[in-house]
């Protein structure tokens, strides 16, 4: 079965830094799509950086570019969301989601999450003032 799993979660202060990691199970990292969500009380889920097999590169929602980082370790079959310069309203559930298929190109996954096949559970990140 395909399974993910974000973990890395906490409560850190404005400014502060903390990494995500997604776990993938059930598949092999290659010809894929990555990304990673957040979601807040009262707001929309929103694709804060995707990365496509399609085009290779990653995408950054406007919010986070520049603060955080998405990699992969294709050989742990994992993914990373290192987040730097953290600000209040980064605080979210942040999920992985995966496609196994890489039809489109890295922004079109994040703006299309539901594009995204497979869900992990969701990892806390609360940022406090």
């Known amino acids: 079965d395909v399974q993910l799993q974000a973990y890395g979660g906490g409560l850190v202060q404005a400014g502060g830094s903390l990494r995500l990691s997604c776990a993938a199970s059930g598949f092999a990292f290659g010809d894929r799509a990555i990304g990673w969500f957040r979601q807040a009380p009262g707001k929309e889920r929103e694709g804060v950086a995707c990365?496509?097999?399609?085009?290779?590169?990653?995408y950054y929602s406007d919010s986070v570019k520049g603060r955080f980082a998405f990699s992969s370790d294709n050989a742990k079959n994992t993914a990373y969301l290192r987040m730097s310069s953290l600000r209040p309203e980064d605080t979210a559930v942040y999920y992985c989601?995966?496609?196994?298929?890489?039809?489109?190109?890295?922004?079109?996954?994040?703006?299309?999450?539901?594009?995204?096949?497979?869900w992990g559970k969701g990892t806390q990140v609360t940022v406090s003032s």
């Open positions: 990365i496509s097999d399609l085009d290779g590169r990653t």
């Open positions: 989601a995966v496609s196994l298929v890489a039809y489109y190109s890295s922004g079109y996954y994040c703006q299309h999450s539901r594009e995204m096949n497979y």
